[in-house]
């Protein structure tokens, strides 16, 4: 499983999975395109992935931007003239039940969760056939099942999921394999940028080990394991996946 010199887009790469996932593919020394909105987050990352023998190109960008898709993938192809994988990490998460998810909360979880993967995705397919490339998404349990409090955000990872499938059937003639991946619960600062407090947070965490069968949350690095094994040709027979990587949760009826 060699991504030495190849080259990866990760978004989201300056907290969690993203950041995880970026670092997992500087140890195999690929060049990696650091997609984030904190310049000096990213510095610090470029830092990491550097030092575990990647060779990592930052390129600050809100992914909400409407010429944001076309300003990342010009960065990877003026760096290295390629683009062999997208892993579209990047995420937000938000709660609300239907009669209180207001248009604002609903609009950003569709932009940044859906829509920009898609873009992302159609801007890199052209580069992506001619390297016989991978996409990577990165979704949620919430996409595969339904719970109450996150009507939004369950929303967003579904249309996630049905997004990898489309994309696949449309871009395997080119030869370009999609697939998804979907965490449980996983130990990062997606629900703290939520508007969660630490007290709250400790017991959401403590919650999880009840609710998922194996008995704990996920860590960043589990998942990026998984994304690398799905972005490599290891995985060259795999496209249209989406696939539950969450301590059993998925397994489960909400409770």
């Known amino acids: 499983m060699s991504f030495a010199n190849k080259t990866i887009i990760v978004t989201g790469a300056t907290s969690g999975i993203g950041r995880a996932t970026a670092e997992a593919f500087g ?34 960008a809100d992914v909400t931007a409407p010429e944001a898709a076309t300003r990342i993938v010009r960065a990877a192809i003026e760096h290295s003239g390629a683009v062999d994988v997208v892993v579209n990490a990047a995420g937000v998460i938000a709660t609300g039940t239907l009669d209180k998810t207001t248009d604002e909360v609903w609009d950003t979880m569709m932009a940044v969760n859906l829509t920009a993967p898609f873009r992302l995705m159609r801007a890199a397919a052209p580069h992506l056939a001619a390297r016989k490339g991978a996409v990577v998404n990165v979704s949620s349990v919430n996409g595969l ?46 629900h703290r940028r939520s508007g969660m407090g630490d007290a709250q947070y400790s017991a959401f965490l403590e919650r999880s080990k009840e609710t998922h069968p194996l008995g704990r949350p996920g860590r960043p690095e589990e998942i990026a394991e998984l994304i690398l094994f799905l972005a490599s040709d290891r995985a060259g027979w795999m496209t249209g996946e989406t696939i539950p990587i969450d301590g059993g949760r998925h397994l489960t009826c909400a409770r």
Request: hydrophobic content about 50%.
């Open 145 to 190: 099942r339904s719970f109450p409090g996150v009507l939004a955000y369950c929303v967003s990872k579904a249309g996630v999921d049905q997004l990898t499938r489309c994309a696949a059937i449309e871009m395997a003639p080119i030869g370009v394999r999609v697939n998804a991946v979907n965490p449980g619960v996983t130990v990062t600062n997606l």
């Open 27 to 60: 140890r195999e020394r690929a060049i990696v395109v650091l997609v984030g909105r904190d310049e000096q987050a990213l510095a610090e990352v470029v830092k990491e992935v550097s030092a575990a023998g990647g060779r990592p190109v930052a390129c600050a």
